[in-house]
């Protein structure tokens, strides 16, 4: 069967990543409030068909490997499950969940920036209360819902966004902000480091507060570019926020901004010559480059998204 293909992809899911089930299973047991996620996908009309096929909230829709599973990328209904989901475009559809966000300038691709200013701000006005973390991507985006929510809610994280020294307790007024993601340095300046948004970035309450409240209305407000992810970036840095570190303890990276196969089998170019290589941080080859406990990755479409969560899931017929 295709879904159980010996490639790359079969390779990177079976010997390396892994959904952390035992752990989700403890979280669960443990009875401690669990961190609740919101996921924002930014698309438009004419991809709304993807959008239904790898987004679509409850019931499986779809039958594939003879059995009908939902395949979902930000919300994994079979296992862990997203608190809130949205999708920011140019028409409303409510059966996928899409509403018409205006954005100032044309809808196209060179004007993404825009667009996802304008998302973010109405993800504040409409959400931030009821969500503790908010993770943006496109609709290729494959979320492994159950590993990320494990993540945000484990004692580097916790400890990281109390100001870096102490647990919280319960008791704290502020939180200090946190923008975590894959971080490249763009055309390898270390200045300017950014999450990428092929795989998606995640910000809690504070930093989002900051970036709609402070960030947006007094920096590089009327700019039109794709690269929303860089200047989403320019805008925290300017109100002291950075990309935090998200690599895993063995240097694997959690956000991944291509297929699990791709980083497989990337090496690295001689002489240094293409675009990820430059802006790759650190970077690691092989069955090394992704965490173990990986959370994100681009580039999932149609099928392939089906066969990555089958596989991780258990749900490949050999």
């Not at 018409?100 to 920036?113: L, R, S, T």
């Not at 901004?257 to 690295?268: D, Q, T």
Request: with cysteine; net charge negative; proline share 3%.
């Amino acid at each position: 069967h295709e879904c159980a293909k010996r490639d790359d992809n079969y390779k990177m899911l079976t010997e390396k990543v892994f959904v952390d089930f035992e752990a989700e299973r403890a979280a669960l047991r443990s009875g401690k409030k669990r961190a609740r996620i919101m996921c924002v996908v930014h698309t438009y009309e004419g991809d709304h068909k993807n959008v239904i096929t790898n987004y679509r909230l409850g019931g499986a829709y779809e039958r594939w490997l003879g059995a009908e599973v939902s395949h979902v990328s930000c919300v994994i209904r079979s296992h862990a499950v997203l608190d809130g989901f949205t999708v920011g475009s140019n028409k409303t559809d409510p059966s996928i969940g899409a509403v018409d966000i205006p954005h100032e300038g044309a809808e196209e691709y060179g004007n993404i920036f825009q667009k996802v200013r304008s998302i973010w701000s109405y993800v504040y006005d409409n959400f931030y209360e009821s969500y503790d973390w908010f993770h943006i991507g496109g609709s290729d985006l494959y979320l492994i819902v159950d590993n990320l929510r494990l993540y945000l809610e484990s004692e580097e994280i916790q400890t990281a966004q109390n100001g870096g020294t102490y647990l919280p307790n319960g008791d704290e007024t502020s939180q200090t902000p946190m923008f975590l993601g894959r971080r490249f340095a763009n055309m390898g300046d270390m200045d300017d480091i950014f999450n990428s948004g092929g795989s998606g970035y995640t910000l809690n309450k504070a930093a989002l507060k900051t970036l709609v409240v402070e960030g947006f209305p007094n920096h590089v407000q009327h700019t039109r570019t794709r690269a929303e992810d860089v200047m989403v970036a320019r805008v925290l840095r300017a109100e002291g926020i950075y990309p935090y570190e998200t690599k895993d303890e063995a240097g694997g990276e959690r956000y991944n901004p291509f297929l699990p196969g791709h980083h497989l089998a990337y090496s690295m170019p001689d002489p240094w010559n293409d675009w990820y290589a430059r802006y790759s941080i650190d970077i690691k080859f092989g069955l090394d480059h992704c965490a173990a406990r990986s959370v994100a990755f681009h580039y999932a479409k149609g099928d392939m998204m089906k066969r990555m969560h089958a596989i991780l899931y258990g749900l490949c017929k050999m």
